[in-house]
């Protein structure tokens, strides 16, 4: 398995909150991404990383926020949760920005 | 605008017999491309590769066509076995020409194997 862990696993929260999730790799990988699932849509990509501080967004990157201050860590903020935010959503990573290796996924419930 | 597409949701297959799994994309710069399985409750987990230098790449039971002029690759599961019911996503990279390692997703096609 690829050193990938994701934290909260599962969070409900209230509509309006913030929201952090954390992604943590012990690979040492350059490239990051953040996805999220949903039925009829697939994996959609929300923003990914090609290097420390270098990030740009995906296909639906309205609502979110990245960072990525270190190799080992991309945290992926919902600013203001709503209701269509209630998604798993998934971390990957990438040596060489070909192959992908995801984490377990985080379950996140807007009420 | 969807650039990778999987037009069947689902797909049922008796055990033993051939399962092929349909992807079609439209952005021609594409020339990487992955098929992911996954079970419920879990991540993705990659299963097999081609680049577009190649039309066909095989991996055990595993085997992915790319028909480069139609812009369409399929996945070839023979013989398919209980085990391989999950959801399978195609996606797509444009590696040669960029150095983002942006990957692009289909909707999913949900193999159900029968035994």
């Known amino acids: 398995d690829a050193g990938i862990t994701q934290s909260p696993r599962h969070k409900v929260t209230e509509t309006g909150t913030p929201v952090t999730l954390r992604c943590h790799q012990t690979?040492?990988?350059?490239?990051m991404y953040w996805y999220r699932q949903d039925p009829g849509h697939g994996l959609r990509l929300i923003h990914y990383?090609?290097?420390?501080?270098?990030?740009d967004k995906g296909e639906v990157s309205d609502g979110y926020s990245v960072s990525r201050s270190k190799t080992e860590d991309f945290l992926l903020t919902l600013e203001s949760a709503t209701s269509s935010q209630t998604s798993v959503y998934f971390c990957?990573?990438?040596?060489?920005?070909?192959?992908?290796?995801f984490g377990e996924g985080s379950w996140l419930t807007v009420v | 605008d969807q650039q990778v597409k999987q037009n069947s949701p689902s797909l049922s297959v008796q055990e033993g017999r051939i399962s092929i799994l349909n992807c079609d994309y439209t952005?021609?710069?594409?020339?990487?491309f992955l098929w992911y399985k996954k079970y419920p409750a879990e991540g993705p987990t990659f299963l097999i590769s081609?680049?577009?230098?190649?039309d066909k790449n095989e991996d055990g039971r595993f085997t992915v066509f790319l028909n480069k002029s139609a812009k369409h690759l399929s996945l070839h599961i023979v013989p398919s076995q209980p085990g391989d019911s999950a959801v399978y996503f195609c996606?797509?990279?444009?590696?040669?020409?960029?150095?983002?390692?942006?990957?692009?997703f289909g909707q999913g096609t949900t193999l159900q194997v029968k035994p």
């Open positions: 990383s090609y290097g420390v501080k270098d990030t």
């Open positions: 990957a990573i990438s040596e060489r920005g070909n192959t992908i290796y």
């Open positions: 952005n021609s710069m594409f020339d990487y």
């Open positions: 996606a797509a990279s444009d590696i040669g020409s960029s150095n983002t390692g942006k990957l692009i």
């Open positions: 081609i680049s577009s230098i190649k």
């Open positions: 690979e040492n990988h350059r490239y």
